[in-house]
């Protein structure tokens, strides 16, 4: 179990708990996040891109080249973006804030 805070493009934060196994994308789609995550973490379609904090993009597993391809169509794409059905939480998440990217 891991506390994820998600922040929306109007800047309002929500902090939720977040089940290890999961994926950051199906618990910011279950706490109504607003992001797409169209294909459903099939990694088909970078609706699921959010930004890491910065203090946080290093402690994460590294993206695959996959998900850096797909990141690439992404829009409003950072230094610190990722595709959230990438992640997967753990305790090692404890405290992890990710944004909604600017459209
Ligand atoms: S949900 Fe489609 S790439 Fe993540």
New binding site residues.
Partial sequence: MAKITFISRDGSEKTVEALDGLSV?QVAVDNDVDIE????????????HMVVDADWYGKLTPPTEEEED?LDLAFGLTETSR?T?QIRVSDALDGARFSVPEE
Avoid: D, F, I, P
């Fill in positions: 994308m995550a169209a294909c459903e973490g099939s990694m088909a379609c970078a609706t699921c797909m595709l059905c």
